[in-house]
């Protein structure tokens, strides 16, 4: 994994949790994943609120469609849309949010939290991945 430096300052790796499992290669970053270890990053949202809506969030991603919208109060999230682990066909690898009305459309944008499923990667590795401090 090579350092992109691509998150801006304000964003933070809130922490790991377990989860469903996922399998996928990531169309943005080109990460591939497969595993049950999921990584939580905000950028202007707490983590403790990213942290404490994860969960719940997961449950639903579990259960939804592709690019499906999942229900969280003051917020707008959807179930991102990956290439298959392979490199064909889609997955995904987790779940998107952006406080307030709108669609979100980057990990990294204001005011949003995400959850991402990130074995083998330590949040050390993430963080030099990402240029997270």
Do not use: N
Not at 9 to 25: D, E, F
Not at 32 to 39: D, E
Not at 86 to 103: I, K, Y
């Amino acid at each position: 994994m090579a350092a992109s430096g691509i998150a801006p300052a304000a964003t933070r790796v809130c922490g790991q949790m377990p989860g469903p499992h996922a399998s996928y290669l990531s169309r943005v970053s080109g990460i591939k994943s497969a595993g049950t270890t999921w990584t939580v990053i905000a950028t202007g949202v707490p983590c403790s609120i990213a942290l404490a809506k994860t969960p719940g969030l997961l449950r639903k991603w579990a259960a939804a469609k592709l690019g499906a919208s999942l229900a969280l109060t003051g917020y707008t999230c959807l179930k991102m849309i990956d290439t298959g682990y392979s490199g064909t066909g889609t997955s995904s690898g987790g779940f998107l949010c952006h406080r307030g009305a709108g669609r979100p459309t980057t990990v990294f944008g204001p005011r949003t939290f995400t959850a991402r499923e990130t074995s083998p990667y330590t949040i050390a590795q993430i963080k030099a991945f990402f240029g997270i401090r």
